[in-house]
Antibody, heavy 121, light 108 residues
């Protein structure tokens, strides 16, 4: 069974840092791009970052560029999101998901259950 | 940046058909994917590549895409279909993933 389990969320002050983790099982992690998507409670989905199979390419939404870093450890079947200089507006439920790549498109399947990040003083 | 617009809500009686639209500039030239999110749960892929269904998704779910509008159609709606639905495309001009604004489907 394919599973993605996020952890690392919590309460952090503005300007602080947090590292999210996503441990996967049930598929060959190194064969897939991965992604982070976030959702403010009661609001819509927002893509955050993608990382290539071998970690050689990363892509970010403009609002987190220079503050967030996506990374992976294929030996540990783990995906990470290092979040620095956190702002109130980063408060959200953060999901990791497997990114399926096809000709000129990609989609996300499956998703983890999410980990909540709250940025507040 | 590329914008996907969905109606905030759609209401449908059980057994009827729900059609959820996703509007975008020349969206017909892109491939559209759809996710279902029930309260307190993670999103689940229900349609990919405009109209393909992942295994385990009922045939009642179908998709289409042409011109400036993509659509997710749910036939013979059941109470269990009540959820938020999001469309998604890849904006290849920026290497960005884009989600629609989301539509809440209410089963009357």
């Amino acid at each position: 069974e394919v599973q993605l389990v996020e952890s690392g969320g919590g309460l952090v002050q503005p300007g602080g840092s947090l590292r999210l983790s996503c441990v996967v099982s049930g598929f060959t992690f190194s064969n897939y791009w991965m992604t982070w998507v976030r959702q403010v409670p009661g609001r819509g989905l927002e893509w955050v970052a993608n990382i290539k199979r071998d970690g050689s390419e990363e892509y970010y939404v403009d609002s987190v560029k220079g503050r967030f870093t996506i990374s992976r450890d294929n030996a540990k079947n783990s995906l990470y999101l290092q979040m620095d200089s956190l702002r109130d507006e980063d408060t959200a439920l953060y999901y990791c998901a497997r990114r399926r790549v096809a000709a000129a498109t990609n989609w996300f399947d499956p998703w983890g259950q999410g980990t909540l990040v709250t940025v507040s003083s | 940046s590329y914008v996907l617009t969905q109606p905030p809500s759609v209401s449908v009686a059980p057994g009827e058909t729900a059609r959820i639209t996703c509007g975008g500039n020349n969206i017909g030239s892109k491939r559209v994917h759809w996710y279902q999110q029930k309260p307190g749960q993670a999103p689940v892929l229900v349609i990919y590549y405009d109209s393909d269904r992942p295994s385990g998704i009922p045939e009642r779910f179908s998709g289409s895409n042409s011109g400036n509008t993509a659509a997710l159609t749910i036939s013979r709606v059941e109470a269990g279909d009540e959820a938020d639905y999001y469309c998604q495309v890849w904006d290849n001009s920026n290497d960005f993933e884009v989600f629609g604004t989301g539509t809440k489907v209410t089963v009357l």
